[in-house]
């Protein structure tokens, strides 16, 4: 059972456009969705994350849009340009009340900004 | 700083076989989680370390262990390798008193033939 799905499975979009990645979950307890970036033979690496008490945050040209009634959440890019080109993850993890529970992540989505 | 760290950086292993992988967490943290992540999928969580202690399990079989040591650096193992076991393996570092984020090392690539 995926609790995480993630949308498009690939994207690609021109320099300087909106880059747009959205993800639903199913799993109420799921309280700290970080949104993950990974570039070839790399880990992935934290790029913004929120919890479900604001709507957005933005860090940058990253923004993570959250609807907690609707229980779905998105990282949109702005100004895309080709060092962005990479796969991103959302994921999801529960408040146990103790540091960080393991991650369940989303499939990922292959992105490629086109110069 | 260093940050997490992983050997081997590739494996490859026959089935049937047994592995150990390795982790030193980033400094000053004190929790480590183990990750499998299969070719074109998300990474999955295979269990997560410590206080030298298994604290919590996903959906792994018990040929998958680990082992946490005094300075807070893990041991994966797998037992019995499957071609299934065929993937990257990811280490996460974090610390339990703080909050949920996690930091990942560059992971081991296994290859079962």
């Known amino acids: 059972q995926q609790q995480v799905k993630q949308s498009p499975q690939s994207l690609i979009v021109q320099k300087g456009g909106i880059s747009i990645i959205n993800c639903a979950y199913e799993n109420t307890a799921f309280d700290y969705f970080p949104w993950y970036q990974q570039f070839p033979g790399k880990g992935p690496a934290l790029l913004i994350a929120?919890?479900?008490?604001?709507s957005e945050k933005k860090e940058g040209r990253f923004t993570i849009s959250f609807n907690k009634s609707a229980k779905q959440f998105s990282l949109h890019i702005m100004d895309s340009q080709p060092g962005d080109s990479a796969t991103y993850f959302c994921?999801?993890?529960?408040?146990?009340?103790?540091?960080?529970?393991?991650?369940?992540f989303g499939k990922g989505t292959h992105l490629i900004i086109q110069p | 700083d260093a940050g997490v760290t992983q050997s081997p950086t590739h494996l490859i292993k026959t089935r049937g076989q047994q592995v150990t992988l390795r982790c030193s967490p980033k400094s000053g943290h004190d929790t480590v989680s183990w990750y499998q992540q299969a070719l074109g999928q998300g990474p999955q969580f295979i269990f997560q370390y410590y206080e030298e202690e298994e604290r919590q399990r996903g959906n792994f079989p018990d040929r998958f262990s680990g082992h946490q040591f005094p300075n807070y650096s893990s041991e994966l193992n797998v037992n019995a390798l499957l071609l299934g076991d065929s993937a990257l393996y990811l280490c996460?570092?974090?610390?339990?008193?703080?909050?949920?984020?996690?930091?990942f090392g560059p992971g081991t690539r296994l290859l079962v033939l």
């Open positions: 996460a570092s974090s610390l339990v008193a703080g909050d949920e984020t996690q930091y």
């Open positions: 994921a999801a993890v529960p408040n146990s009340g103790g540091g960080a529970d393991g991650l369940t």
């Open positions: 929120i919890r479900p008490d604001v």
